[in-house]
């Protein structure tokens, strides 16, 4: 069964890069249909899309973020990655890594929390 | 930046039956495409529970239900139990942000 792992800095200082990884296990990255997508949730409030990927390194990203995220694939560790550059408080939230199935988030990891704090 | 519309929150008495509405626009919803429901309780991940309007994935119990009309959709419970007070959010695509979320409902079971 598939399995989806966020990593990276909990703490993140304002004005600088925030960079995430998540690890895909119980299936290669490489195979079938399926698009990798990044949603955020700030505490207590709702949920964003952030952007979509594919394994050929197709990428969509939210508009109002487009200017300060990039996305990427790396087939051979098996691994989706987030980078968001300029951070503010604004960015404050968990991070959570889904796939996308027919335009819906189906499976989630359990998230990251990223705190934008000096 | 939730484009889809959802009521704050909805409630009912264990065993009645509740519907979270989520109003959407020419852009999304109303240009045909599909929307999804999220289930997520207090501290988890949020956990899909209706695709595509009106499909249960695999283990979601048939008390949850979709629908969809032109540009709106809703999610209705059954039998609600107290274990359904979570939080409820839609999902649709837009022609011009793409992926946008609703701004949550929040059930609760009196």
């Known amino acids: 069964q598939m399995q989806l792992q966020e990593s990276g800095p909990g703490l993140v200082k304002p004005s600088q890069t925030l960079s995430l990884t998540c690890h895909i296990s119980?299936?290669?990255?490489?195979?079938?249909?399926?698009?990798w997508s990044w949603i955020r949730q700030p505490a207590g409030k709702g949920l964003e899309w952030i952007g979509r990927?594919?394994?050929?390194?197709?990428?969509s990203y939210n508009p109002s973020l487009s200017s300060r995220v990039t996305m990427s694939v790396d087939t051979s560790k098996n691994q989706v990655s987030l980078e968001l550059t300029s951070v503010t408080a604004a960015d404050t939230a968990m991070y959570y890594c889904?796939?996308?199935?027919?335009?819906?988030?189906?499976?989630w990891g359990r998230g990251t929390l990223v705190t934008v704090s000096s | 930046q939730s484009v889809l519309t959802q009521p704050p929150s909805v409630s009912g008495a264990p065993g009645q039956t509740v519907t979270v509405s989520c109003a959407g626009t020419?852009?999304?919803?109303?240009?045909?495409?599909?929307v999804h429901w999220y289930q997520q309780f207090p501290g988890t991940t949020p956990k899909l529970l209706i695709y595509?309007?009106?499909n249960r994935p695999s283990g979601v119990p048939d008390r949850f239900s979709g629908s969809k009309t032109v540009t709106s959709a809703s999610l209705t419970i059954s039998g609600l139990r107290a274990e359904d007070e979570a939080d409820y959010y839609c999902?649709?695509?837009?022609?011009?942000?793409?992926?946008?979320f609703g701004t949550g409902t929040r059930v609760a079971v009196l």
């Open positions: 999902q649709s695509y837009d022609l011009s942000l793409n992926y946008v």
């Open positions: 595509a309007n009106t």
């Open positions: 119980g299936a290669s990255i490489s195979s079938g249909s399926i698009f």
């Open positions: 889904t796939t996308v199935r027919g335009r819906a988030f189906d499976i």
């Open positions: 020419s852009s999304n919803i109303g240009a045909g495409f599909e």
């Open positions: 990927i594919y394994n050929s390194g197709s990428t």
